[in-house]
Each structure stands twice: as C-alpha cells, then as structure tokens.
C-alpha cells in the first residue's frame, strides 16, 4: 500500500502535499516523493526512508509551484531507492502510482528505444503517456489512451509539463478520493 495525493492550488502546494502524505503514512511506505510545476516546468525531489528525508530535502532544494503530486511507495517492482520513488517522469508527463501494472513488461517491450530510468512498473506509464503526445495527443487524450492500455489495480495521477491547471487521476481497483 502507498499514498498518493495531487493538489492543483492558489499557494505553493509541496508543504499541502508533504502534510496529506504525512496523514497517509500509517498506510506504511519506504520512499516518498512530490512533483511540482514552476512556471510550468516540472520538477521533482525524491527521497529513501521516512518523510523526514523528503522535508529535509525540500529544506536545501524548495519545489515552489502551484500544482503538485506527491506519492509515498511501497515497493512491488524495484527496491526502495531515489531512482524507483515516484513520481517517475518522462518528456512533459509526470505520474504517481499506487497498485500494480500487470502488463508492464509487455508495455515496455513496445517502449523499446526509450531510456527507462527505474526498474519500476509506474515508469511504463509515464513513458506511455508521453509516447502518445509525442504523436499529438493532448495531456488528456494521452492519459486516456495510456489508462486504456494497462491492467491490474491501480490509481495514478499525473501533471503535465505545461498545464499548471491540470490534474488527471484515475483509479481501477485501487481507491481513491477527489
Ligand atoms: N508498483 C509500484 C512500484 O513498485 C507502486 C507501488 C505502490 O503502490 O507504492 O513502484
């Protein structure tokens, strides 16, 4: 089990987002991470361990921005590291990921050509989603088309690079609360 929390904002969103995470960690978690959008740019910090170490990161490397997702992981694909904590980001398409996608393998067969950084499932994702607005669709179309692509459980939300008034989340066997 895991965390996953998105908040689009009139203030800077990390210290929100670090607050839900904290109020989601007796779900029980091994790295944590959060996402944000700076002039609408993505950027993310990610750290191994307890909450603390993601604080105390954000205390040297602030994340400012108004839109955010944050994410604590349980491990299921890859060990606890910097490396597999979410968000897991590739092109303009960021994305947090609670469950399992049982399909990876195959997706990531299909992804051949793109540099996965993770040995993660959830990287699959991201890369799938950027795959399809790298041929035209919008942030929208493309999360729509990567969710109809994957099976398991889970629930994910991602940011787009660009789009600081938009969230997607979906979820599938997973729960999640908007
Ligand atoms: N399967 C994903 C991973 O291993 C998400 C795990 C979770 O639900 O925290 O990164």
Redesign the pocket.
Known sequence: ???IVGILGKHEVAPLILEALKRLEYRG?DSAGIATLQNGHLDRRRAVGKLINLSDRLVHEPLPGKAGIG????????PPSEA???P?QNGPVAVV?????ENYRELRAELAGSNFE?E???ETVAHLCARFMAGGMTPREAAKATIARLEGAFALCFLFDGHDDLLVAARRG?PLAI
């Open positions: 089990m895991c965390g978690y994410h604590t992981r349980w491990a299921t694909h890859g597999n904590a979410h897991h990921h609670n469950g399992i996608i993770s993660t499932d959830t997973s």
